[in-house]
């Protein structure tokens, strides 16, 4: 029995899109669990590259298939935009496979996104994923899959519409839905997709006893967790391994590996308290060094050190079982790299990743170590040889000595070939 989950250690964008991309050829199925189309995955293999934000990054396999699995809210027009483009490149989705517990994202939860994070300030992706997980957990106002084919699909849609209007109004702003395009849209969006959906949770069960790999692909990551993660400034669906069962179906017992992907250093896009964010000439340099901008919303990224307290953290609550160190490249050439350690919040040391009050107060501790300068032929030396300049060597095994996790990949660039098993 292989059953494998993907995690992000940190805020999201750790680079889990290439990773999945080079496992995936192990794999029959890769199942996507969480979040929705705020996550945005690239992979890139040759002059090939896609962005994908809600298909499983496994398109370049024709022949695995591609779960979309109850924990997933899927808004419709992505969903076709991205089938449509991916065909168009050419990849078959015979193999897509949609659950039919899935939640649907409409029109008023992107509206009452941008409504509600203009107040809040989280700076979501303005995707509608807040209001439609509230929805999922209210339950009278939300749409499934399977309800896209219910005979009192309009009856549902009028009276969800009516009653979005008055909230939005509550917001002090005026809004119309067309409730009759909504549901044709809905309904052409459910005969499009009718040959995809099942249920899931059989499925998958199905699978594992008759021995077959799956793959579950985490969006986001651990520090954006509804309940782990630096809540409020958080997505609104859970991102670590418990999400992997809950929203697959598949039980916490046949879940046998847990990957963890962590950037070299730290990313993080949105509000939010971000110890060891560089705001200097040194942030900038990586941040345009990494192409740190937003897949899915183009935004610049924050960037700073990597931080051992919030991944250590992460390792704890998710029980990695391995790390993927990625884009170790953006930090050649530096002179003198830094980890945070350590915290020190009201003059006190901690190596506790604190709640959001506490983590607004901390000041990192770091150890410095001396950079590497490698550059690409050196890196397809050590990709060759699998052997590290004393530097790189004494950062990596630093981590994996702290983080009790070993290290079993590290990535070098966006290429499937720029990446080295250990
Ligand atoms: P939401 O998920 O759109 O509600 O956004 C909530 C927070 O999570 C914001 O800070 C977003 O920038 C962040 N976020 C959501 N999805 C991703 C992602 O895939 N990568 C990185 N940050 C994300």
Same mark, same amino acid.
Request: proline share 5%.
């Given at each position: 029995m292989t059953v494998s989950t993907i995690i992000g250690m940190q805020w999201g964008d750790e680079g889990k899109g290439k990773i999945i991309d080079i496992l995936a050829k192990d794999?029959?199925?890769?199942?996507?669990?969480?979040?929705?189309?705020?996550?945005?995955?690239?992979?890139?293999?040759? =002059?090939?590259?896609?962005?994908?934000?809600? !298909?499983?990054?496994?398109?370049?396999?024709?022949?695995?298939?591609k779960v979309i699995g109850n924990g997933v809210v899927i808004n419709p027009e992505?969903?076709?935009?991205?089938?449509?483009?991916?065909?168009?490149?050419?990849?078959?989705?015979?193999?897509?496979?949609?659950?039919?517990?899935?939640?649907?994202?409409?029109?008023?939860?992107?509206?009452?996104?941008?409504?509600?994070?203009?107040?809040? %300030?989280?700076?979501?992706?303005?995707?509608?994923?807040?209001?439609?997980?509230?929805?999922?957990?209210?339950?009278n106002t939300a749409i499934r899959i399977c309800d896209l084919y219910n005979d009192n699909l309009k009856e549902r849609i009028a009276s969800i519409a009516e009653l979005k209007i008055k909230i939005i109004s509550a917001y002090g702003k005026e809004t119309k839905f067309n409730d009759d395009e909504i549901l044709n849209k809905l309904k052409s969006f459910a005969e499009k997709i009718k040959p995809f959906v099942r249920n899931t949770s059989y499925l998958l069960n199905e699978a594992i006893d008759k021995k077959k790999k799956i793959l579950l692909e985490g969006a986001q990551g651990t520090l954006l967790d509804i309940d782990h993660g630096t809540y409020p400034f958080v997505t609104s669906s859970n991102t670590t391994t418990g999400a992997?069962?809950?929203?697959?179906?598949?039980?916490?017992?046949?879940?046998?590996?847990?990957?963890?992907?962590?950037?070299?250093?730290?990313?993080? !896009?949105?509000?939010?308290?971000?110890?060891? *964010?560089?705001?200097?000439?040194? %942030?900038?340099?990586?941040?345009?060094?990494g192409g740190e901008f937003g897949t899915t919303t183009g935004r610049p990224r924050r960037c700073g050190w990597l931080d051992l307290v919030a991944l250590k953290y992460s390792a704890m609550i998710n029980g990695t079982d391995e790390l993927v160190i990625t884009k170790l490249d953006v930090l050649s050439e530096l002179d003198e790299l830094k980890i945070c350690v350590a915290y020190e919040i009201d003059g006190k040391k901690t190596e506790e990743f604190p709640v959001i009050e506490k983590l607004k107060l901390a000041k990192p501790v770091y150890t410095s170590?001396? %950079?590497?300068?490698?550059? *690409?032929? %050196?890196? =397809?030396?050590?990709?060759?040889?699998?052997?590290?300049?004393?530097?790189?060597?004494?950062?990596?095994d630093f981590i994996s000595k702290e983080t009790k996790t070993k290290i079993s990949m590290i990535s070098y660039g966006p290429e499937r070939e720029e990446t080295v098993l250990l």
């Open positions: 794999y029959d199925y890769i199942v996507r669990f969480n979040g929705g189309d705020n996550a945005g995955h690239t992979i890139k293999v040759g =002059n090939r590259k896609f962005g994908l934000h809600l !298909v499983p990054s496994c398109i370049f396999y024709p022949e695995k298939f992505t969903l076709l935009k991205e089938i449509n483009e991916v065909e168009n490149a050419g990849y078959s989705l015979k193999n897509l496979i949609i659950s039919e517990a899935a939640h649907v994202i409409l029109q008023w939860h992107k509206e009452l996104d941008g409504i509600e994070d203009e107040k809040g %300030g989280i700076g979501t992706t303005k995707r509608g994923i807040g209001p439609s997980f509230a929805d999922k957990a209210s339950r992997a069962c809950t929203g697959s179906g598949i039980p916490p017992k046949k879940i046998n590996k847990v990957i963890g992907i962590t950037k070299a250093y730290t990313t993080r !896009v949105g509000s939010g308290p971000f110890p060891t *964010e560089l705001t200097d000439d040194l %942030g900038e340099k990586i941040r345009q060094k170590f001396k %950079g590497w300068n490698i550059n *690409e032929e %050196g890196w =397809n030396k050590i990709k060759k040889n699998k052997k590290m300049p004393k530097e790189l060597k004494e950062y990596l």
